[in-house]
């Protein structure tokens, strides 16, 4: 007995997902691109939501907040702003809702 066209099809199609789903592709937790505008060293700097690493240093809370809120709107995300002690201060939304 042969199998069809869209029955091999179907067949690899679902090999390749299970695949792609072991090496944890496709998983439903979505990358964050918020923008948080930090303390740092003697000035401030902008931080990506999750990652340790810096995008950029600035001397002053403003430059660092001009640069975060161009990149939360490429991607459709939020600027957190914080304070010189670490809390939060303000939220800029610019997602597209």
Known sequence: MTKTK???AK???RL???ILKALGYGNSRKRTWHQHVVPY???WAVRREGNKKI???HRKQSTAINKAKVIA???DSDVIIHREDGTIRDRISYKED
């Open 6 to 8: 869209t029955s091999w």
């Open 11 to 13: 067949d690899i199609q």
């Open 16 to 18: 390749i997902e299970a």
């Open 41 to 43: 060293e003697e000035g």
């Open 55 to 57: 995008t950029s240093k």
């Open 73 to 75: 709107k490429r991607y």
